[in-house]
């Protein structure tokens, strides 16, 4: 049994956008400070963090004075430097640990991870030149999409492959990064499971949520997902599974294919997730919070689900729906602080309640 | 119509406890930035703020640079040094506005200004001198409780007189300030209401909530109260009566005795109020949110209730019992970032929620 930080204590985060953010603020609840880390000026999280620290991941100095000013270092984002992760873990704790960012930043070491575990994911290949591509569509065919191995998010360095004939331009979209061709998975809908592990060993997953994407981009998220009971054990088996197996700190968002023959990994993300926002309103203790306890070496909270949440994404233009909605009962609107409502670009969310009976 | 301030504006504070803190978080979720001012070093408020100024209300330099660089002034507090308020108002608004405070800052005034509205409180008579005070509990008898005039809080400045021989010591108690003598009302239970008024006129009031004191301080706020329907409509219609007069702009709490009569009022406090912090998990819109909405011009919440919930405060020593309150189901727990937990000082509160049936 290891002792939690004393309250008071400073969390660093890496990245600085509305994950960081969101975390800062649930680090206050718990009495802790934050302490952020972002290449970019202003960045959202700064505006409600302790202190913040602007500069490279290439800046070993400023590195160096940031894991001193820090008691523990989590991230809101898996594609961080190997380097930058070296320097800080010689003086600081990193959590989730490295072993979950080596196996997520790769698409194919994850894949292959998951595989191990006994759980089931889209057939894939690694493919770099016009000859793999061809051999892996031998074997996997069409429709698959082939996606960049690392550094792809919200849907970009995807391409998909309707035909043999979408192979060179998909090809031409990878830009010579080395990738993977996943087959097409025939599922019903997307669910993901935020799950949890503690320091001690403790997990506990939040319901899992039914997801909607558009585009690529997540666009709402439905709780209680429409699973049968059996499935919503088995994601949450699946979830711990993984969790424990990385000997994992923290949150991590699981995300499902359910499809007739049982449920399929699609990916999973090492920190808090677009699709666990709903917990904010739902549950006592939300993922971010849950995400700071892991952190910092509390026990977790149960997760429990008080109410039913239907979570919608704010993407560019939908902020001009903020006026309505924020009249709108039982509503309640998350901003990110982002001064520019660029197309595509996540500039809020909103949790749509359902009140007690 | 007024327009809203622009999303990114920045709203300064005046005072950086916990209710500024929780005032910093909630302008966060509508993407606002916070300025806190506080002469006390390192505030609680300033962990989550975007700037903090650390300077003395007496200092006309910082409260210049401090209005110089928001957009709209507020406060957690509402004994704030009149000749700071004259310093700021000359450069922006502050919301709620001089009215609000000039009446609240004194037990009579607010006590005349809350008999002239047609509403009943507690029999008064202002006093000062012992034969002051034998005069007026010549009319006002005991039970009663002398109370300083201005800038009492949490039962501070306060003696109860349950005879006539109680009263020197009671006066002594004042030391010279001036006092009010209350007359004892004969209440059931006490409840609050905490009520909302945009800058357009129109009113938000929050389901009343109701009050256990110990020790004169907030100790549960249990929603919902025990009240029938007749006294809930006299409440919020009390409430708004109060807001109007006021031309009020902001979160305001109403505390009212439910006597046999009906509802007496106790006190009014121009701010975000303790007992109206289970309003963070039972409704979308909590308190902190609907005043940042007010100041900032933007529309009020509905200010529904989405499940019932038990609030507790954690004073002093209550910090022990934290480490068992993280595990317990659907309880969240809400701390201030507070260096040190002395005896009566609030350090945190829980909010209990009922589940979904």
Redesign the interface.
């Known amino acids: 049994m290891s002792t939690p930080l004393p309250?008071?204590s400073t969390i660093g985060i890496l990245g600085g956008g509305q994950l960081g953010?969101m975390l800062?603020?649930a680090a206050?609840?718990?009495?802790?400070?934050t302490h952020i880390f972002e290449p970019g000026a202003n960045p959202p999280a700064?505006?409600?963090?302790?202190q913040v620290t602007t500069a490279a991941y290439e800046d070993e100095a400023a590195l160096l004075a940031f894991a001193d000013a820090v008691d523990v270092i989590t991230y809101e984002f898996e594609n961080i430097p190997t380097s930058a992760l070296d320097t800080l873990e010689a003086h600081r704790p990193i959590r989730p640990g490295r072993e979950a960012l080596r196996v997520s930043q790769d698409r194919i070491t994850e894949k292959e991870f998951l595989s191990d575990l006994g759980l089931t994911v889209a057939p894939f290949a690694a493919v770099q030149t016009k000859e793999e591509l061809d051999a892996a569509l031998d074997t996997i065919g069409t429709p698959s999409i082939l996606k960049t191995r690392r550094f792809g998010y919200d849907g970009k360095g995807q391409a998909r492959l309707n035909s043999q004939a979408d192979a060179p331009a998909a090809l031409a979209d990878m830009a010579g990064s080395p990738s993977v061709l996943e087959g097409f998975v025939n599922f019903s809908h997307e669910v993901s499971v935020i799950a949890a592990r503690g320091i001690t060993g403790e997990v506990a997953c939040f319901d899992p949520g039914e997801n909607v994407h558009v585009g690529g981009i997540l666009r709402t998220t439905t709780i209680p997902a429409n699973l049968p009971g059996s499935m919503r054990m088995d994601a949450v088996l699946m979830a711990s599974k993984i969790l424990n197996a990385l000997d994992y700190v923290g949150v991590m968002g699981v995300e499902l294919f359910v499809t007739k023959d049982g449920l399929v990994v699609n990916e999973i993300a090492p920190r808090v997730h677009n699709s666990g926002h709903w917990t904010q309103?739902g549950c006592?203790?939300d993922q971010f919070e849950q995400h700071i306890?892991a952190v910092v070496g509390?026990?977790l909270?149960?997760g429990?689900?008080?109410?039913?949440v239907v979570m919608e994404n704010l993407i560019g233009d939908d902020m001009d729906k903020v006026?309505a909605l924020?009249?709108e009962?039982?509503?309640?609107?998350?901003?990110?602080?982002k001064?520019e409502a660029k197309a595509g670009r996540k500039m809020?969310h909103v949790?749509r309640?359902?009140?007690?009976?």
Chains 1, 2 share one sequence.
């Open positions: 309250l008071g953010r800062s603020v206050s609840r718990l009495g802790y400070k700064g505006q409600v963090a302790d309103n006592a203790v306890r509390l026990s909270g149960d429990k689900r008080h109410s039913d006026p924020l009249s009962p039982h509503v309640a609107v998350h901003l990110y602080g001064a809020g949790n309640v359902t009140p007690n009976a």
